[in-house]
């Protein structure tokens, strides 16, 4: 029964769908199996766990922590002004809210995760997200769905603040500027596709709706609202600062010194938490949140344990063995769905390295597969539990089934997308 790890992450999955129970209970308890089938000291496990989840738990809590100074500063506001403002122009008050809004979030998600890394995009926009939706009575769930996609080809268009391409750098040693010009075509089209598959899903739902002189009023009362409510909420730009220049120095940091990631984002995490009043420093420490932060963490300890299973290595050198076309994608697919972007990347970057000879066109399918991969389940994108638990503190939480049913069919058509233009770009 060495393979038994398989076995419960097929259970927790089961009973994602299935039960009632939340994202951080039904998770905590699989990493609980995971360490006590395992023996909780099991040190070939946790070693080779915690210093990965160590890793990406400062990322997202830099991340995080800097992005709540932003907001605190008023960049919320300010987005959110734009974004009511372009929705009352003449050419767009005639568009229904339901195409509207994905047309402007979903984009906008892309862009800013290329700067800011996915869970920085994710924070800033997911509540503005619902505010809007809320405030022109359309449901946000289509948006939100395409924004976590949308987040991971922005962190799959360049190669800094991106877990999987960082690895993949270290075997083929391409630059940001090779792999963006490599893979930010492939994303283009892709998110032209989520966008207009987005703009459809959201439709339907509202199709029998007309926009009218009611829905004008709406959008004027919404602009007007928010303006004169920011007013008292952008008084600090104080804050805004700070968190912009340490998220700055964070993605440079990262860039120049990849290699010590974790050490220069507890630097600037301590420098954040110093830059914090002193009445809130507390929560600082938890920024990222408990429940993203048990999700992620027993995600890590039960793909981890299925990384060491002996079908997965089985299945690394099938792969190795067969020179089928479309397979590097196929199979980093598959395995970023079991264990995740950043263990199908350590999986399977040296041994496509290895029996490519190295060749670039092998490091962007592997990207397109684990890109792919990484949009179809709430539990396979590092901003999923994020978005998860930010939207369950707005009072409209998306949840693994709610993202499943849209995640899983447009990570298939991506991975169609990524199949073909591989095929022809060669």
Same mark, same amino acid.
């Given at each position: 029964?060495?393979?038994?790890?398989?076995?419960?992450?097929?259970?927790?999955?089961?009973?994602?769908?299935?039960?009632?129970?939340?994202?951080?209970?039904?998770?905590?308890?699989?990493?609980?199996?995971?360490?006590?089938?395992?023996?909780?000291?099991?040190?070939?496990? !946790?070693?080779?766990?915690?210093?990965?989840?160590?890793?990406?738990?400062?990322?997202?809590?830099?991340? =995080?922590?800097?992005? =709540?100074?932003?907001?605190?500063?008023?960049?919320?506001?300010?987005?959110?002004?734009?974004?009511?403002?372009?929705?009352?122009?003449?050419?767009?008050?005639?568009?229904?809210?339901?195409?509207?809004?994905?047309?402007?979030?979903?984009?906008?998600?892309?862009?800013?995760?290329?700067?800011?890394? &996915?869970?920085?995009?994710?924070?800033?926009?997911?509540?503005?997200?619902?505010? !809007?939706?809320?405030?022109?009575?359309?449901? *946000?769930?289509?948006?939100?769905?395409?924004?976590?996609?949308?987040?991971?080809?922005?962190?799959?268009?360049?190669?800094?603040?991106?877990?999987?391409?960082?690895?993949?750098?270290?075997?083929?040693?391409?630059?940001?500027?090779?792999?963006?010009?490599?893979?930010? *075509?492939?994303?283009?089209?892709?998110?032209?596709?989520?966008?207009?598959?987005?703009?459809?899903?959201?439709? !339907?739902?509202?199709?029998?709706?007309?926009?009218?002189?009611?829905?004008?009023?709406?959008?004027?009362?919404?602009?007007?609202?928010?303006?004169? =409510?920011?007013?008292?909420?952008?008084? &600090?730009?104080?804050?805004?600062?700070?968190?912009? !220049?340490?998220?700055?120095?964070?993605?440079?940091?990262?860039?120049?010194?990849?290699?010590?990631?974790?050490?220069?984002?507890?630097?600037?995490?301590?420098?954040?938490?110093?830059?914090? *009043?002193?009445?809130?420093?507390?929560?600082?420490?938890?920024?990222?949140?408990?429940?993203?932060?048990?999700?992620?963490?027993?995600?890590?300890?039960?793909?981890?344990?299925?990384?060491?299973?002996?079908?997965?290595?089985?299945?690394?050198?099938?792969?190795?063995?067969?020179?089928?076309?479309?397979?590097?994608?196929?199979?980093?697919?598959?395995?970023?769905?079991?264990?995740?972007?950043?263990?199908?990347?350590?999986?399977?970057? *040296?041994?496509?390295?290895?029996?490519?000879?190295?060749?670039?066109?092998?490091?962007?399918?592997?990207?397109?597969?684990?890109?792919?991969? @990484?949009? @179809?389940?709430?539990? @396979?994108?590092?901003?999923?539990?994020?978005?998860?638990?930010?939207?369950?503190?707005?009072?409209?939480?998306?949840?693994?089934?709610?993202?499943?049913?849209?995640?899983?069919?447009?990570?298939?058509?991506?991975?169609?997308?990524?199949?073909?233009?591989?095929?022809?770009?060669?």
């Amino acid at each position: 029964m060495a393979n038994w790890p398989i076995l419960v992450l097929i259970l927790l999955i089961v009973a994602l769908f299935t039960s009632s129970a939340g994202m951080p209970t039904i998770c905590g308890i699989g990493a609980l199996a995971i360490l006590v089938f395992s023996g909780v000291h099991d040190s070939d496990l !946790l070693a080779h766990v915690a210093p990965i989840a160590a890793n990406v738990l400062v990322i997202m809590g830099v991340t =995080q922590l800097a992005i =709540q100074h932003m907001l605190r500063g008023g960049i919320g506001e300010r987005v959110s002004i734009c974004i009511a403002t372009l929705a009352t122009h003449r050419l767009a008050y005639r568009i229904p809210a339901s195409i509207l809004l994905p047309g402007i979030f979903i984009p906008a998600t892309m862009i800013l995760a290329m700067f800011m890394h &996915n869970i920085g995009a994710i924070a800033i926009l997911t509540c503005l997200c619902i505010d !809007l939706s809320r405030r022109y009575h359309t449901t *946000p769930t289509p948006t939100l769905c395409a924004m976590l996609i949308a987040s991971n080809l922005g962190g799959a268009s360049w190669a800094t603040g991106d877990t999987p391409a960082v690895i993949q750098r270290q075997y083929w040693g391409f630059t940001p500027a090779q792999f963006a010009v490599a893979m930010l *075509p492939r994303n283009l089209i892709v998110l032209l596709v989520l966008t207009l598959f987005a703009c459809f899903v959201a439709w !339907l739902s509202d199709k029998c709706r007309k926009t009218d002189w009611s829905d004008t009023l709406k959008r004027l009362k919404a602009r007007d609202d928010i303006r004169r =409510q920011s007013r008292y909420q952008m008084a &600090n730009s104080k804050d805004a600062w700070i968190g912009t !220049l340490a998220l700055s120095a964070f993605i440079f940091l990262q860039f120049v010194f990849p290699k010590l990631s974790l050490a220069t984002g507890s630097l600037v995490f301590v420098a954040l938490v110093l830059l914090t *009043p002193s009445d809130k420093r507390t929560k600082a420490f938890f920024a990222l949140g408990l429940d993203a932060t048990l999700v992620i963490t027993s995600l890590f300890i039960v793909a981890g344990a299925v990384e060491q299973t002996p079908f997965v290595a089985d299945l690394a050198e099938w792969l190795g063995q067969h020179r089928i076309p479309g397979l590097i994608e196929i199979a980093a697919y598959v395995l970023t769905i079991a264990i995740s972007a950043d263990g199908a990347a350590a999986t399977l970057a *040296p041994l496509v390295h290895s029996f490519s000879g190295g060749t670039m066109i092998s490091a962007w399918q592997l990207a397109s597969g684990i890109c792919s991969g @990484s949009s @179809s389940l709430l539990t @396979s994108a590092s901003a999923g539990p994020v978005l998860n638990s930010i939207s369950k503190q707005a009072n409209c939480e998306l949840t693994y089934r709610k993202y499943a049913g849209f995640g899983l069919a447009f990570s298939f058509v991506m991975l169609v997308i990524y199949l073909a233009i591989n095929f022809i770009v060669r």
